[in-house]
């Protein structure tokens, strides 16, 4: 049968040695997958003489799947972020963020099993700001009815699609009581059309310390964008940090971009001692939206079986590469 | 020696049987406090037809101390909580909560030690939101260099006045350049003026994960507004909840204004069975703040002697009252 062309953006420092490691494992599995590889980070390529390239977008305009490391998003630099870029241009409206626990890492929590879901195109990532007099400077968190809906209905659609039972809508509406207010109001009205799942409505603060005390209350968490930011970083924490949990960003017309969401380590860059878990795990994502059926499970069962060898907080490139290579995939039917 | 006199606000729900449980450890432990007490309340008073009176809030003013309980926030209800009109019409520009393991307690942590310092006036909490067009709502951030200097003068002045190491600013400043940068700005200029103390910024979403994966990480935090409140409560669960970690409001001219920050939960209230503990603990706060030397120990020793008797969650009322009455406090000295 004939490959599926998906995007590569293996990104900035630890980017293209995990990128590698990636696409040698699908390759060890077997995965009926193509890359298309284009260069997007924070130098400028000399070839394109560009950060990023319209070739690069439409590339997973094209393909409608895609992979990208991490890019660096210097602070003060002036310029935006790529990865709010790529999400603008490429109008990818849900950020969703599984966390569970992995067999192989303990932390001190148990079975944890959280899908956050992230509204990725608003709220104070607006990027409207500007100085009232000197000394005085405001943001505009921006909320709308269209991005709020369209977010909410993803959630709703996953939680059905996942069979899973709860959807929880983070918000501050008793101090924004307008736009966290409008969010809630279009997550109630989706809500009512999805009479299986349950729905309830959860302030952020308490949200946080009840994750800490019992993730256990949760199961699908629906909010805007600096919400989703702050608590997908505290899951990832409960189950051991960015370096272990998948991301991937959907867009209109079924976009799906996985990403790696930890930084691109710069100071380890070139050392093949980085840990490609997050970028595998985001790979398995698009192999699942993909409906590649055994693959995914393969893979991730792989992964896990990897970790649990492993007693350093650090999932060793090459080891890994030994595994996947040398002792094939368990289960591996090809 | 002629007593200290200080306002107490019982506030809503379990307010009142809390304070009345407050109000009787400290004369059992002999506290020279001689409590002024005022109805402030989302109920109207019946004796004042009032939410909150001008005599309420000189009360506090006069005094410079006061202590209050719970004040519910109803979400959507058009007028501002009672919670912010104080903040605001006292000035009460820093929030200090510590969170600490508590040694009768035990949580997935241990020893927590952390002071969380909140910008208490400003930030998203402005008030200020609009509709734009329908189905468009924004809501201002404001972040003002005085508000935001003298945040970091308080966190600094106290990470030094309790033999702190380090003071970590939270921001979200790569993807709020203006406000956050701002706030980030003035920390550096205060930061200079305290050479002994360490200074490091850290983003948001990585705090919460580094909180969640080690919070011996950090010692005391600044930050704007908003964050303070995720962050604070995020704290609070590592150490078991909102019903165990105090708070206390600080404002110009040296008003020290302690609450419990649980909610006033109408559903316990008047069943003398809910947890006195925060109320307590921010009592505590405002005799450490009175320099009453050893009392602050005693009762907080007391305290967890008690949490350590408990076997359930919540510290009983009665139960408590007992111990502090019967069994008096160890090396009490009276
Ligand atoms: C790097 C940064 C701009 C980004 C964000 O704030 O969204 C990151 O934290 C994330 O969660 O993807
Ligand atoms: C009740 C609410 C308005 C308040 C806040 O958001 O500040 C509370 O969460 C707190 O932390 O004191």
Redesign the pocket.
């Known amino acids: 049968s004939t490959p599926i062309r998906a995007t590569l953006f293996p990104g900035d420092g630890i980017g293209p040695e995990i990128a590698e490691s990636v696409k040698q494992i699908f390759k060890a599995a077997d995965v009926p997958i193509e890359w298309e590889e284009h260069y997007v980070g924070t130098e400028i390529d000399p070839r394109t003489q560009s950060f990023l390239t319209w070739e690069s977008l439409e590339s997973v305009r094209q393909n409608r799947v895609g992979l990208k490391g991490p890019m660096a998003t210097p602070i003060g630099k002036g310029h935006r972020s790529l990865n709010l870029t790529l999400r603008k241009e490429l109008n990818l409206y849900a950020n969703v963020r599984p966390c569970y626990s992995l067999p192989g890492y303990k932390t001190r929590y148990d079975n944890v099993n959280l899908i956050t879901i992230r509204e990725n195109t608003e709220g104070e990532y607006s990027g409207l700001e500007h100085q009232v007099v000197r000394g005085v400077v405001e943001s505009l968190k921006i909320i709308t009815r269209q991005a709020s809906l369209r977010v909410a209905e993803y959630a709703f659609h996953y939680a059905k699609e996942h069979g899973r039972e709860r959807v929880s809508a983070i918000h501050?509406a008793?101090?924004m009581q307008k736009t966290d207010g409008l969010f809630l109001k279009c997550c109630r009205e989706v809500a009512e059309k999805y009479p299986d799942i349950k729905y309830e409505e959860v302030?952020i603060?308490?949200c946080c310390m009840m994750l800490v005390k019992n993730p256990a209350l949760f199961d699908v968490l629906v909010m805007p964008n600096l919400y989703g930011d702050i608590i997908s970083d505290l899951c990832a924490g409960l189950v051991g940090g960015l370096g272990l949990t998948p991301s991937c960003n959907i867009g209109e017309g079924g976009i799906a971009l996985a990403e790696a969401v930890h930084g691109s380590a710069p100071d380890i860059a070139g050392k093949n001692s980085a840990n490609p878990t997050t970028l595998l795990l985001s790979g398995v994502s698009i192999l699942r939206h993909l409906n590649l059926h055994d693959k995914p499970d393969q893979i991730q069962n792989a992964s896990s079986t990897q970790l649990q060898k492993g007693s350093t907080e650090l999932l060793i490139l090459e080891f890994s590469l030994a595994f996947f290579q040398g002792v094939g995939l368990p289960q591996q039917s090809a």
Do not use: A, H, R
Request: net charge neutral.
């Open positions: 501050k008793n101090i302030v603060d308490n």
